[in-house]
């Protein structure tokens, strides 16, 4: 799987959180979040694993959390992965 | 669910909404949306551009989800547009509100507060870390629309003073010639002063969102607290991060708008720490050389006065193909 167009998934209700996808030709990811301090290496720890699981190796991804779970940010991230499909 | 409201009905709905928040209802805006609950409105929100404004939620059903609701559909439709980043003014009592929504909090001044979502002042900032070199650097902002020897005197004579001299060009679209073409300008007339690094000033200097008044014509009662708010942006994350100790300003005698920014910057930036140094324009004969009066001429089809106004780079591109494209309506039609 690659990011070949701009894609964005969530809400930015408390427990949710927005995904932005952008093609780049490297891989970055943002992640700014609430509760950042407490639960930002946890975070970034899912996020990793569902691009590695996806084969994503290039493009900007940014995410703005409100204290999601996982399952949610999986479900988010994933859904903007496919939305980032060519049609 | 967050609809887009067009009838005339919503529209008299979502103005009662925000006017009974304490806002003014503007009629400049690129998408407005709301949320009905039983036939009622009772959310609303606008996005012009990349400002999110006339945000109100119905008091009886403030605390919930529903500024939320909206605030992410707006940023949704502005991502669609192409914009990854957002701005809102608010009251500065509101500010903690918008951060709970992961808004950063840009400048914040007695009246206003500004706040970004989409952490793009960062991302700007890291995008010209490269450039950035610790000293005692200057700072000018300008839109060089078009290039002038005047620009050229307060360049030169800023870069003199300083070890590295930051040239903003203002980014914003909305003057006659487009930021590539008076970047180019720009690049040409000062690529022999070696201590002069060009940027652009995204939207966090002189744009739509920290100054819109810049662009319009004089006399918005509005503008002097967004000014503000753009002066308080430059000198507590824009000057920290080039190590910029100086902005240099030529003095202005024509434009009320920017005389007016001028006074705001020596009220506001010295005491943040950023030392303002006002230059007195050159003068060609009969009045100060300013790009406003390179316009005047051009508009009239007058090419002989160029050469005392703007430096030969400007002046071949104004006359070339694609500079007359710009401002000469004989060739447009041509």
Known sequence: MRIAKKAQAGTMQSSDLMVFLEPAGTLTVTIESTVLKQFGALIRARVDLVLARHGIEAGEVRITDRGALDYAIEARLETALLRAQED | MVTP????DDLRQARDLIEASGLAFE??????VGIFQSGRIVA???REGRVLKMLAVAKDLQGGTLLDEVVTALVGLGFQAGLD?????TAPGQATSFEALNFNLLASSGKSALLEYGDGLRRYLARHQKVVTPGDNGAVVANCNPFTLGHRYLIEQAASRVERLYLFVVREEGSLFP???RLQMVREGTCDLPRVTLLDTSCYAVSSVTFPTYF???GDPGGAIQMELDLLLFAGRIAPHFHIKTRFVGSEPLSRTTASYNQAMHRVLPPLGVAVTELERIGAPGAAISASLVREQLARGETSGLTALVPESSRSFLLSREGRRIWDKKEVAA
């Open chain 2, 5 to 8: 409201l067009l009838s005339s």
């Open chain 2, 27 to 32: 009629t400049r805006y690129h998408d407005l």
């Open chain 2, 44 to 46: 609303v929100g606008a």
């Open chain 2, 85 to 89: 980043s957002f701005f809102v003014f």
């Open chain 2, 179 to 181: 930021f590539e073409q």
């Open chain 2, 216 to 218: 319009l014509k004089d």
